[in-house]
């Protein structure tokens, strides 16, 4: 697949990308009403934050508990039974007299789901496309999701100022309707890529079973931290710089769109191999500048730059393909969506306690430095061709001497569709 046109030549890809579109611009517009109910009622910034992204860190308990389901689900079916929660958790949330608590208790149990849903989605485009055509795939729904966030919160600030916060809660769970139709009647029907029962347990051994290949535990990091801790200093743009911050944000995504729409549409499949860590790199650098404070459009440009280098993704997810069995690949995808997340939690966090105990600029050039830190040591392992030991080959599910293989992993998978 050479443009995005032929994307859209896969009958399937179309339903995913609408159904993703629908998802992300509902989660979007009731992020920002919820919040501005939870604000209305506490006056605490800390409850309007985890009100708005406090489903992202949930995250980690999705990909401690559920997401063995990512595979051992049918992915139409799972995909419109998530859409379809998100719908009615959203509408619970609009209802008058919601009690603080019972917000917060939705917010978790769709966090978690989150992360189930991101395994099963990215699963599916992995089958959907042919394999050469997975990078633009994920490209697209990157750009996709960038711009209905913007969509998403200009929209729902409409809402929220002409009708109401439950007004908008209740527009984004009609998204989220629309997202379930686009699954349930664009996607044909197909088997789950593994067989056996879905449970706690399967969802520990098979993240054990991931993270206990050298080769793929390094790919993992490496779209988990160095991406974080950048996020995390992306998150001091306000305290940096409050009259500039919008335009900040800005600059960083379109350097971001402009970076998927370069790895994915225009560099050739055999040089993206040797552009993961030099894009890592990008990623950081030019946050080491902010230390300087330097004039106003300088800084612009190193934002937009630095951005670029999320393409970074883009690569490492295909590498994280390439070394994981058709079997486990929503289970690895949603691995990897959820840890990214949280760390982008947790560095938001480290980065805001930095800037309090010394300054913003110093707190960015801190996060940069750890970033390129990280990267330079998982560096060695992430070169194209770099296997290193204990690889396991991709065509078969790996095994460990610690623990049997149970009956369910060797009743076999179903086969992959491309």
Known sequence: ?????????????????????????????????????????????????????????????????????????????????????????TAVQALPGMPLWGTFAVLLCLGMAGALGGGVR?????????????????????MCAGAMQVAGF??????????????ALLTGAGLYLVSACATRFGLSRRAARAQGRPSVAQTWRTNGLLWSDRSRRRVLLALWVPNGLVVGAESLFVSYAPRQAGLLFACAAGGMFLGDVLVGRFVPASWRPR???????????????????????LTLTLAALASVGFAASLVQQERLMALTPPSLSGHALGLHTSGMLTMQGVAASLAGTLAQLTSPATAITVMAALSLTVT???????????????????????????????TEETEGAAPRAV
């Open 1 to 89: 697949m050479r443009s995005y046109r032929d994307l859209f030549s896969t009958p399937e890809f179309t339903p995913l990308f609408l159904a993703s579109a629908g998802h992300v611009a509902g989660q979007t517009m009731s992020g920002l009403a919820l919040g501005t109910l939870v604000h209305a009622a506490t006056g605490s910034p800390l409850l309007t934050a985890l009100a708005m992204f406090g489903p992202s860190l949930a995250q980690v308990l999705g990909a401690t508990l559920l997401l063995s389901a990512a595979d051992r689900l049918p992915p139409r079916a799972a995909l419109t039974g998530i859409a379809l929660l998100f719908a009615t958790g």
């Open 122 to 142: 990215y699963g599916l485009v992995n089958e959907v496309l042919p394999k050469d055509g997975y990078v633009l795939g994920r490209s697209l729904l990157n």
């Open 154 to 167: 200009a929209l729902g600030g409409l809402l929220v100022v002409a009708l109401s916060a439950r007004g």
């Open 275 to 297: 552009l993961g860590v030099p894009l890592l790199l990008l990623l950081a650098s030019p946050y080491l500048l902010f230390a300087l404070r330097p004039a106003t459009p």
């Open 376 to 406: 330079l040591t998982l560096a060695p392992g992430l070169r194209a061709g770099s296997a290193g030991p204990g690889a396991s080959p991709a065509t078969e599910e790996p095994r460990t001497t610690e623990e049997p293989r149970t």
